[in-house]
């Protein structure tokens, strides 16, 4: 796995979080995904095409996603509700987009489907790829709270 | 101003109208994709501004653009382009298809107003 992929992904989230939630957020530890479940309870999906073919998925916990809907609208959600998985969806679409902006430095042209958003915990996601699933943790600071977000990919 | 704001997405609709009220454009309407908002440009072409999403179903912002550049009744109308592509191809497909500003997500509210305010002063100027 070309490590300016793991970079196109930092940087997008890193831009999106600071742009539109006027949140720092940092990166943990690159692994390779040992399971093919959702780590949270919302995830984000979206596939590529083009010239490489992939998906990558943004999970979110419960509170999580209620936070990052708050931060994003300035609304307060009882839960997860519609508006919440329209928020997930958005903020999806958009990393989306910047990541293609930061992989076309690399070289490679692609082009996104619409965001499709899961809601449920350990739930079965299947990469359409040969090549491994990558996770990357990040972690921003809500107040005394530390809000984690699950970013796994796959190019082939 | 009257104004139509199009995206599939509930929380970015939001976003933009929370950016429109702080420069005191309250009078907006909402369509979820191009074919929505094209229709009802169709049936009132007195809007005054349109602000787009680009990826939507039915029909795309970059199909709308150009069907609202292509009729006569509503090409003045300054169009703003408000979306997640930013690959160089999509800002010059853009800029062909005659849109009056392009402006990607993410975006803080002042990036967006400036991007609005320079697309309505540059159509008075044509």
Known sequence: ?156 | MKTLVVDDFATMRKIVKNVLKQIDITNVTEAENGKQAFDILRGDPTFELIVSDWIMPEMTGIEFLKACKGDDAIKKIPFVMVTAEAQKDSVIEAIKGGVDNYIVKPFTPDKLQEAIQKAIAKAANQ
Do not use: W
């Open chain 1, 1 to 156: 796995m070309d490590a300016g992929f793991v970079n196109a992904y930092l940087v997008a989230v890193q831009n999106v979080f600071k742009t539109m939630l006027q949140l720092e957020i940092v990166m943990g530890k690159p692994s390779l995904k040992k399971d093919r479940l959702t780590m949270g309870d919302v995830t984000g999906v979206i596939g590529f095409a083009g010239d490489k073919k992939g998906t990558f998925s943004l999970c979110f916990s419960k509170d999580g996603a209620i936070f990052v809907y708050k931060s994003m609208i300035g609304e307060d959600a009882p839960g997860i509700t519609p508006d919440v998985v329209d928020a997930i969806g958005e903020l999806t679409n958009i990393i989306s987009g910047q990541t293609r902006v930061e992989i076309e430095k690399l070289g490679y042209k692609l082009s996104a489907a619409l965001p499709t958003v899961i809601v449920g915990h350990n739930v079965e996601i299947n990469f359409i790829t040969k090549v491994p699933v990558i996770a990357l943790p990040f972690t921003f600071q809500a107040g005394t709270t530390t809000g984690e977000v699950y970013l796994d990919f796959s190019f082939e």
